[in-house]
Structures are given as structure tokens and as C-alpha cells.
């Protein structure tokens, strides 16, 4: 079964940190690009984050480059968010998807982080 289980948010002021943990199981997680995705309360999904599956080459939002590092433990199966610099629009539920931008093809339940004073 493929699984996929984020964890690590919470509630943080401005100019908090986080880092966002996603364990694969079920599958070979080195085989496949993975994803930060997010949505915001009332919004429609936002693409965070990419990073591949050969070489790690990662890729990023605006509105989250210079503040969010992408990271893959291939040996543990575990994607990563670090999330540095937070701000109030950063607050949101986060996922995790496998495969390419515009062709994911697993969620896990994902996890909510709000940010605010």
C-alpha cells in the first residue's frame, strides 16, 4: 500500500521555523520526484516546492524561494520542508505529493501550520 504521512507543523509567530517531515512507505521512494504542496484556508492548492528523484535538483515558488529548503532522505524514505522566516500567508495545510507537478498521484492527510501573533 502506498502511504504517505506528513507530519511536523504547528503554530508559530512571524519569523518562526518549522520543519515538515513526510514518510514514504510502499513504494521506491528514490524512483519518484516529490512535492510540497499547500492550501490555504478558503484558497485553492499552491505548488511550494519540488524536488527530483535522480539528482535532487530542486525548484521553488516565489513566495517561498531564499525561506524554504526542499530535502530527500532516500535512505529513510523521508521528504523534508525546512520553512525558515515564516509569515502569516504561509499559514496553510501542507502535502506532500508523488510524481511530477500536474501529474501527483498520492496525497497523505497533510499538516496544518498557521502562523500568527
Known amino acids: 500500500q502506498v502511504l504517505l504521512v506528513e507530519s511536523g507543523g504547528g503554530s508559530v509567530q512571524p519569523g518562526g521555523s518549522l520543519r515538515l517531515s513526510c514518510v514514504a512507505s510502499g513504494f521506491t521512494f528514490d524512483r519518484y520526484a516529490m512535492n510540497w504542496v499547500r492550501q490555504a484556508p478558503g484558497k485553492g492548492l499552491e505548488w511550494v516546492s519540488t524536488i527530483d528523484s535522480l539528482d535532487s535538483k530542486t525548484t521553488y515558488a516565489d513566495s517561498v524561494k531564499g525561506r524554504f529548503t526542499i530535502s530527500r532522505d532516500n535512505a529513510k524514505n523521508i521528504l523534508y520542508l525546512q520553512m525558515n522566516n515564516l509569515k502569516p500567508e504561509d499559514t496553510a495545510v501542507y502535502y506532500c505529493?508523488?510524481?511530477?507537478?500536474?501529474?501527483?498521484?498520492?496525497w497523505g492527510q497533510g499538516t496544518q501550520v498557521t502562523v500568527s501573533t
Open positions: 505529493p508523488r510524481g511530477w507537478p500536474g501529474a501527483y498521484d498520492t
